[in-house]
Structure formats: C-alpha cells, structure tokens
C-alpha cells in the first residue's frame, strides 16, 4: 500500500517568509509525528498527533513552529518568519501503534 | 540528559562481508529499540526492532542483539551488498511514542 507521503520536498524561503508542509500519513494510522533532522544529525523529535489531538509539542523550537491537524488524517507543520537556522530536512512519521514509525520522505527545507 | 549514541560515525566494509554497527545508550527505562536505513534524499526506513524484554532477533540477513547490562545495541548486517550504504540510525522509545535517534553511522560498501 501507500506510504507516508509528504509536500513540497523541496522548500526554499526567504528570512521571514512563512511556510507550510504538508504530510499525508498511511491510511487509518492513528499516530503522526513530525521530526526535524539537521544535516548529519538523527532526526530529533518536534511534535505528537494522536488523531486530532496534539498530544506532545514539546519539542517545537519556537511558537513560530505550529503543527495541526484537524480531522486526524493529512497534517501540516507551518514555520512562520522563517529564519537561518530553521533549515533543516522535516520528516513526518505515522503509526497505527506508536512503536513502529512509518518515515515519509521528508521536506528538505533551504532558508536565505 | 539521556541519549541514544553511536560508537562510530563511518564503516567502511568489502561486499559480501558482515557488517557490524553499533550503539550505545543510557535510558535505562528504554523498553524498544529500532534500528533505521536512511538512503540519502530520503526518510529513514525501519530495519528490525527489539523490546527489552528480548536479547537477540533476527530478520532477513540482519540481526539486532541487545545487551542491557552495558546497554549496548548493535546490528548485524549478513553478506553486505552494495544496496546496504546507507546512514544508520538505532533509535529508542522510552515513553512509548517519542524516539530518540543517536548521530547515525556512515556505512559503505566497497565492491
């Protein structure tokens, strides 16, 4: 079947443009992650839906970082006043039982 | 803080040998551990896991051991083909949904 999918895979923004990316998760998979992973680190930890519901967001950098997702399916991460440091690969993960997670391709995010 | 580590950021390894990556870690609590493949340009992907209750599984030509006495983690990769280079990542889910990915472990295969 399908699997995480995730867009656009490539963002370029300039300083204090706002983005939005956008996740689509494998069908009925209660749980979506969001991840942010620097160049040549592991993915670090950013935000947990369980369904609709933000569970865990304690790991979003700032409160320009917002995540939702509204009828528990399909998610969006929004970066506002994006700045230098916010580039980074933005990964997205689903699960149907919170111990496997599902990896999409990610969001290569370039901020200038 | 707590945190899920690599013993070496580089493995270089002849095709058709076994390769062997390790991990190391410090959240005793930690009850799930997963090994990650992530082929560049995409997201990673899930190899083989373990919980702790368990000390050793095997899969298609890998296998993950699991030493909590020292909390050590490692994967063993059987017959390394070129398809294996790839950067990997151990990962641990100490509370039951958020993973924590060590620095990950640059593998490549040398035909």
């Known amino acids: 079947g399908a699997g995480v999918s995730q867009s656009p895979r490539y963002k370029v923004a300039k300083r204090g443009q706002d983005v939005a990316l956008r996740c689509d998760p494998i069908?009925?998979?209660?749980?979506l992650f969001w991840y942010q992973q620097a160049l040549g680190q592991g993915p670090e930890f950013l935000t947990y839906?369980?369904?609709?519901?933000?569970?865990?967001k304690s790991g979003l950098p700032s409160d320009r970082f917002f995540a939702e997702r509204p009828e528990g399916s399909v998610s969006t991460l929004k970066i506002q006043r994006t700045q230098q440091e916010d580039s980074a690969v933005y990964l997205c993960?689903?699960?149907?039982?919170?111990?496997?997670?599902?990896f999409g391709p990610g969001t290569r995010l370039t901020v200038t | 803080g707590e945190s899920v580590g690599l013993h070496l950021p580089t493995l270089s390894v002849q095709e058709g040998d076994n390769s062997i990556i390790n991990c190391a870690y410090s959240?005793?609590?930690?009850?799930?551990f997963i090994w990650y493949k992530q082929e560049s340009g995409k997201g990673p992907q899930f190899i083989i896991d373990?919980?702790?209750?368990?000390d050793k599984r095997q899969g298609q030509r890998v296998t993950v051991l699991l030493n909590k006495t020292v909390k050590h983690l490692s994967l063993q990769i059987a017959a390394t083909q070129p398809g294996d280079s790839a950067v990997y990542f151990c990962?641990?889910?100490?509370?039951?949904?958020?993973?924590?990915f060590g620095a990950g472990t640059t593998v490549t295969v040398r035909a």
């Open positions: 993960a689903s699960s149907s039982d919170n111990y496997e997670q599902y």
């Open positions: 069908s009925g998979h209660v749980s």
């Open positions: 839906f369980q369904n609709e519901a933000q569970l865990d």
């Open positions: 959240n005793s609590a930690s009850d799930y």
């Open positions: 373990i919980r702790s209750n368990m």
């Open positions: 990962a641990e889910n100490g509370n039951d949904y958020k993973l924590s």
